[in-house]
């Protein structure tokens, strides 16, 4: 049996942010600089949101 590193939540609320949306900190402030989400941005965030919960 494999056993997994367990999900450490960020506790800066920028963070805890970009994490929920399954983003890197870099990703999530270019976001909020340009108000732009580009189809691949969505895929991955939606990726990392998705394995989080295939866990």
Do not use: Q
């Amino acid at each position: 049996m494999k056993f997994r590193r367990p999900i450490i939540v960020p506790t800066d609320e920028h963070a805890r942010r970009a994490f929920r949306n399954g983003a890197t900190l870099e990703e999530w402030a270019e976001f909020r600089r340009t108000n732009i989400i580009t189809v691949s941005m969505h895929v991955k965030w939606w990726w990392r949101r998705t394995l989080r919960k295939l866990r």
